[in-house]
């Protein structure tokens, strides 16, 4: 499984995702589920990807193939890439009908064997000329977008790390709060769920930069995290305690 968020705020985006993936307890691995495309000072594109591995590696292969061709000349007229995209729909168009693509190549055979092809995805980013935007992405290639009431999106493993972002993330919290609350959000999912795990792959784009502002892998024994999730784990347990029992089970 996997664990994926993104927000959309007014100084920027933050991406982050987990890199653990099983089938199985004896096959668990490590792969990157975070893919940037980005061209100094005209756009900034960060995809992050859920559900069967197979099929999201093809999906950005395809995309590659397809920056590759238009750089080269050698696609056809029709043919456009995420680099070519005039807008943030139209690259969430280009990424949803990749998906689709995969799917009718490999979806019947996976599901011939009891193999579960669904994947789904996030694109998020800026392109010259309008604001930032974010993408959710179905497993059937159509998307929904990330607006002022909601700011932000999860994929995979999302119901323990939730609540912590609901209460916390609005468009206007500050940049450097929003991170502390996405990697608490990580912690309480890899406390309740062994299929998410370090490392953890955090992106920060700061808005209108049209570039990369930090991008930040956080490994077992970072000092940071570590601080994070024991400060947290005891600050939960204290408030319990503080709390009044119910006078009516006495």
Known sequence: ??????????????????????????????????????????????????????????????LDRQVRAKASGDADEETTSIFHATTMYDVATIVGEA???????????????????????????????????????YTQGNFIEAGEDTPYFQLGESKYGKPILDRVITPDTPQKEAAK??????????????????????????????RVGLQQRIRDNDPYFTMLRTRWGGGLRRVF???????WLE
């Open 1 to 62: 499984m996997t664990y994926c968020v993104a927000i959309k705020l007014e100084t920027g985006m933050i991406f982050a995702s987990d890199s653990r993936t099983n089938a199985g307890v004896d096959h668990v691995a490590t792969f990157p589920k975070m893919k940037v495309y980005e061209k100094a000072d005209e756009r900034m594109i960060t995809l992050l990807s859920s559900g069967n591995l197979a099929v999201t590696q093809g999906v950005t292969n395809l």
């Open 99 to 137: 998906l689709r693509e995969m799917q009718r190549r490999d979806g019947t055979f996976l599901q011939a064997q009891n193999i579960d092809s669904t994947a789904s995805m996030l694109v998020g980013g800026q392109i010259r000329g309008e604001a930032p935007r974010l993408f959710y992405i």
């Open 181 to 210: 609350c996405v990697l608490i959000s990580f912690d309480s999912t890899m406390k309740s769920n062994i299929s998410v795990g370090l490392p953890i792959d955090m992106l920060w784009y700061p808005r209108d930069s049209f």
């Open 241 to 247: 305690a503080e709390l009044p029992d119910p006078d």
